[in-house]
């Protein structure tokens, strides 16, 4: 894949998470407080790793970087928005998955 695609992959990403973030902040009034910390979580964990994908390009693996930090994205910040907006812990199991995700595309920029 040409590198360069992770450019596109994190504008996507960046939209989607200032979008959600600003949705969160404004919009979504769950009925259980402590779910407005999960969304909150959630939008931290997804523009931040959004804004580490326009690194994926100059990595030694680009594909390897950008494609965890992707999974991790989906898997973590994903699931956190969908236990948040359901209000519903039931639908956490891929979040550890997500998480495991971020460290392992942090530390893929060790080789």
């Known amino acids: 894949m040409n590198p360069v695609v992770w450019h596109k992959v994190a504008a996507i990403s960046g939209v989607a998470a200032v979008g959600l ?22 939008s ?6 959004t804004a580490a994908l326009l690194a994926a390009p100059i990595t030694k693996h680009p594909n390897i970087f950008g494609g965890l930090l ?7 910040s994903g699931t956190c928005y969908t236990v948040a907006f359901l209000e519903n812990r039931k ?3 891929l979040a550890p998955f997500g998480g495991i995700a971020f460290i392992a595309a942090w530390g893929s920029l060790l080789f």
């Not at 973030?21 to 959630?42: L, R, V």
């Not at 992707?70 to 973590?76: M, N």
């Open 91 to 93: 639908y956490s199991t």
């Open 21 to 42: 973030g600003s949705y969160g902040a404004h919009g979504f009034k769950p009925q259980n407080p402590s779910y407005k910390d999960i969304w909150q979580t959630a």
């Open 70 to 76: 992707t999974t991790g994205i989906v898997a973590f």
């Open 44 to 49: 931290l964990y997804h523009l931040v790793h």
